[in-house]
């Protein structure tokens, strides 16, 4: 059976307790003051089959002292009930409540007028006239308009009648990833220890599950559920429940608390919202005012840090970030009344767009760019412009986080159009395809400018304002396909040819190298006194890169020789002549050997052991049998 929770709404004194008796025969006033003083103080609680509907009442509090546990009984209601004295008429707490219930999201409803039986049949039409006249600027303009009377029962079954049809084009609430309880009301059942009771949303909830209380380090476990009285083993979203909790005692826990699946949501202390200011607002909201944020059960007062301009006007919007002294647990979606620190004061509404924006400071036109697409729910435009927020790529989380919609609903909307740069990031088709052309201009750029370095640095290769890890991504997919080769942190295109690039002079410069280090043997000289031109450097370096010579190190005089390749080949064939088979040989034998020093002899016989021509055991070597 279908589920709708109803807030009834209301000026004080206008009956709506009474109403909710007459509706369920359940008496909503549970504290004694209640009864003694006739004025409800915190949110009461009846249901009632309303023909294929249950609905769950919540009994709002009245009184403008209580707004606080008027939005706190709404957390999660789908429709509401407003209750206007046939007497009295529209009142002040009545447009209070109607427009919190509006910034809420509450658009579907009744308008009840009660304690009809103390006004004239005859006077009906023209109360209905003025109510009317009044509600005509909001959302409950069109609202079905019902007499009715507590104490003679008058149009109590039509009320009935409307209520079942309400509760049965209820659209239900924001979509929400997972099972949450915003914790309306904490006691301890004898026998059973802690319970806790709010209006569940997001998702089911079934005994044995584990949950946690939100920004604590404090886990629990379902040991009983009631919904309604009943017990069950599942609670449904949008079901008034009552948890029986293992493991936590009462005073761990607090009306205002929100219990969740655990790693479910994520305390922050700021949050991105759009502000609605109702046209009723007394003032306006100015750039970093503190205002009092009154969202599901809790409350919490926040700067408010506009994106654009400085000043909010009633009857206006804006994009904004409400920024917290303590970190906070929202969703997206949720929806939170907006109020004055003094005079206390409803000013408006704030949807949350983004609960856990990055604390890292963005463009702020970019940021207002994914909000207004976070605002409309288009998936596809969040995840571009969080790529553009982001250096070209955007996280799956922070999309599926924004569109209120699970990673696979997501992935399947974006294949055509976004490609996986890992299993976590995406990126735009086009972004990607613009990288990877920026990457090849930039490399074909280097090349230019030193034809003769066969490799260029792949550090000018990040371009700013591109995110490293979409870098990454292209140099892979280049690579695959054959068109980049990569070398330690180098990079080249595989058809750039230095050799084809050289001048008669530097060839005559690269012979004349070849030459010397021929001549040197094992015992060449120095690098530096190969060098008397601009580019000899770069010519040595493409004769190591071609293989015709060889670069080694000797680590302990932190000195670089370059050899002719030759001359190491020569010289691995005369140990293998000399110590055949498992000969052992010292460093100083192979010395003597090749006639030449210490400083030559142990980078070639370091480099012979990593190619595996020679084999070292302690302070002797051996060839290898190869």
């Not at 959302?139 to 209520?163: E, N």
Request: charged share 20%.
């Amino acid at each position: 059976m279908k589920t709708c929770p109803v807030i009834v709404i209301g000026h004080v004194d206008h009956g709506k307790t009474s109403l909710v008796r007459a509706l369920t025969g359940m008496e909503t006033d549970r504290l004694p003051e209640e009864k003694a003083r006739g004025l409800s103080i915190t949110p009461g609680f009846a249901y009632r089959q309303c023909s294929d509907v249950m609905i769950d009442f919540i009994d709002a509090p009245g009184h403008e002292n209580f707004v606080r546990a008027m939005v706190s009984g709404a957390s999660g209601a789908r429709a509401a009930l407003l209750v206007i004295s046939a007497v009295e008429g529209v009142q002040a707490q009545t447009l209070e409540h109607l427009q919190i219930a509006e910034s809420l999201g509450i658009d579907e409803g009744i308008v009840a007028v009660t304690q009809s039986d103390r006004l004239s049949k005859a006077y009906h039409a023209a109360r209905e006239a003025e109510l009317r006249a009044a509600l005509s600027n909001t959302r409950f303009c069109d609202a079905p308009v019902i007499f009715c009377s507590s104490v003679t029962g008058q149009g109590i079954d039509a009320l009935v009648d409307a209520l079942g049809h309400l509760g049965l084009r209820s659209t239900g609430p924001e979509p929400v990833c997972a099972p949450l309880l915003p914790v309306d009301r904490v006691f301890v059942a004898e026998g059973r220890g802690t319970v806790v009771t709010g209006t569940l949303q997001g998702g089911s909830m079934q005994v044995e599950d584990g949950l946690v209380i939100a920004g604590k380090e404090q886990s629990t476990t379902i040991r009983g559920i009631h919904v309604r009285g009943q017990e069950s083993s599942q609670a449904n979203p949008g079901e008034r429940t009552a948890l029986n909790l293992r493991g936590i005692s009462a005073n761990k826990i607090k009306p205002g608390d929100l219990l969740h699946a655990p790693d479910a949501f994520v305390p922050s202390i700021q949050c991105d919202v759009v502000i609605r200011l109702s046209p009723r607002a007394s003032r306006p909201v100015r750039h970093m005012q503190q205002v009092r944020v009154l969202y599901g059960t809790a409350q919490a007062v926040a700067s408010v840090r506009f994106f654009a301009g400085t000043q909010l006007d009633p009857g206006t919007s804006v994009f904004a970030q409400l920024r917290f002294p303590v970190a906070i647990t929202t969703f997206a979606g949720q929806r939170a009344i907006i109020r004055s620190l003094s005079p206390a004061q409803t000013l408006g509404g704030a949807i949350i767009l983004d609960p856990v924006p990055d604390p890292n400071k963005t463009n702020k036109k970019q940021r207002i760019e994914t909000l207004e697409a976070a605002q409309r729910g288009d998936t596809p435009q969040i995840a571009v412009s969080l790529a553009r927020e982001h250096q070209g790529i955007a996280r799956i989380a922070d999309i599926c986080r924004l569109a209120r919609r699970p990673a696979i609903e997501v992935r399947e909307e974006l294949a055509a159009t976004f490609i996986d740069v890992t299993t976590t990031l995406v990126s735009p088709s086009t972004t990607v395809e613009e990288a990877r052309e920026n990457y090849l201009a930039r490399l074909q750029s280097c090349h230019a400018a030193r034809p003769l370095k066969p490799f260029a640095p792949r550090a000018p290769m990040y371009t700013p304002g591109t995110a490293r890890a979409l870098i990454a991504f292209v140099e892979t997919v280049l690579v695959s396909e054959g068109k980049l080769v990569l070398s330690g942190t180098d990079a080249a295109l595989p058809t750039h040819s230095p050799l084809h690039y050289m001048t008669k002079h530097q060839q005559d410069r690269m012979a004349w190298m070849v030459a010397k280090l021929k001549a040197g043997d094992i015992s060449p000289p120095a690098p530096e006194a190969l060098f008397a031109g601009p580019d000899d450097a770069d010519l040595l370096a493409l004769l190591v890169h071609e293989g015709v010579a060889l670069r080694l190190y000797n680590v302990s005089l932190g000195q670089s020789l370059v050899f002719h390749a030759d001359a190491i080949a020569a010289a691995a064939t005369i140990l293998k002549t000399r110590y055949p088979g498992e000969t052992a040989f010292t460093t100083g034998e192979a010395r003597e050997t090749l006639n030449t020093t210490r400083k030559f002899i142990i980078p070639i016989l370091e480099y012979l052991d990593s190619q595996g021509t020679t084999i070292r055991r302690d302070d002797t070597r051996y060839i290898a049998d190869v």
